[in-house]
């Protein structure tokens, strides 16, 4: 008896870590689609013997991925913001972390771009990858629960009609010798934590945010052919409600993700030795970019949710077990 509940309790201190391994759940695959490196699918125009003139499609790739399917890495650091109504602002916890992916072609039917994204949270004063966190608005410890978000997928097909527009579709601005790829959204959709259910980790019914992404790149690389994949800096920008994790229910307030990063010659093997260690052993499905197009995408308090439940499903089970002991 108190082995089993040992045992449950080192699954309860480890629950914030399983991330990497429930992320597939739900998940439907396209039939057919594979990450192919061969048939790289991209439209070019020949202007002679030997020259490619690549489309916007082409080079938000390029910024973004590899055209020929290779896998690439975004590894960012940056800083986690508490912002309250008539306070000062306070760092929360500094964030590491990385995106993982690659384009995948299939036959006419493509491009997508297929990624996985991890974030991991930081005593922002030793850079140590938190497991409890003590919160400064509430005093309370609490066990600090990493996002990961597999899969992060775009289908990036566009009928005949619709090219034209993809300069609005996929923005960019050139400044100076740089060009800047940006994209600004406002999720506003039902939480998939609504507080009836979740009312210490959940603010409102309502998700909504603000997400700000910048991908900066030299226009000289943008203009050098022989490149199927371009240097890149990396920014993001994101508001937020109150981290689940956090039990701020329906207190008034944002967290604000602030980070900046680019992307790595190397891939995963270029990333911190703490960073990879810890993926390794805690998110192996986040070692290497999706193989084929799934869907639905994850999302952010969906990730969140999946770890509430396991910890809420675990601490029933050892009251249950609690209960048996004592009848």
Request: proline share 7%.
């Amino acid at each position: 008896m108190r082995k089993k509940i040992a045992s449950i309790l080192a699954m309860l201190a480890a629950l914030a870590l399983l991330q990497g391994q429930i992320s597939d759940a739900g998940r439907t695959p396209r039939q057919g689609g594979k990450a192919d490196s061969a048939n790289s699918g991209v439209e070019t125009v020949d202007t002679g013997p030997g020259v490619r003139c690549f489309s916007h499609l082409d080079n938000y790739l390029r910024v973004r991925a590899d055209l020929k399917g290779r896998e690439t890495v975004f590894h960012f650091s940056g800083m986690a913001y508490g912002v309250t109504p008539g306070d000062k602002r306070r760092e929360l916890f500094a964030v590491e972390g990385f995106t993982i992916g690659r384009v995948m072609w299939d036959g006419e039917d493509g491009p997508y771009l297929l990624e996985k994204e991890l974030l991991l949270w930081q005593d922002h004063r030793t850079g140590e990858i938190l497991n409890k966190w003590r919160n400064p608005y509430t005093n309370k410890d609490v066990q600090a629960l990493h996002l990961g978000l597999d899969p992060v997928n775009q289908r990036l097909v566009f009928p005949e009609e619709e090219r034209s527009l993809l300069p609005m579709i996929l923005p960019s601005q050139r400044l100076c010798k740089q060009v800047v790829w940006h994209r600004e959204l406002f999720p506003n959709y039902p939480s998939p934590l609504p507080r009836r259910d979740y009312p210490h980790n959940s603010q409102s019914d309502t998700f909504q945010a603000g997400e700000f992404t910048q991908y900066i790149v030299e226009q000289s690389d943008l203009d050098d052919v022989r490149l199927d994949s371009v240097p890149a800096i990396f920014t993001f920008t994101e508001v937020l409600p109150w981290l689940p994790f956090m039990e701020m229910g329906d207190a008034p307030g944002n967290v604000i993700l602030v980070c900046r990063g680019c992307k790595l010659a190397g891939g995963f093997q270029d990333l911190p030795e703490e960073i990879k260690d810890f993926t390794r052993q805690q998110f192996p499905a986040f070692t290497t970019a999706p193989e084929s197009y799934t869907e639905p995408n994850d999302t952010p308090w969906g990730s969140f949710k999946r770890q509430l439940d396991l910890i809420r499903a675990a601490q029933q089970e050892i009251l249950d077990l609690m209960e048996e002991e004592y009848e």
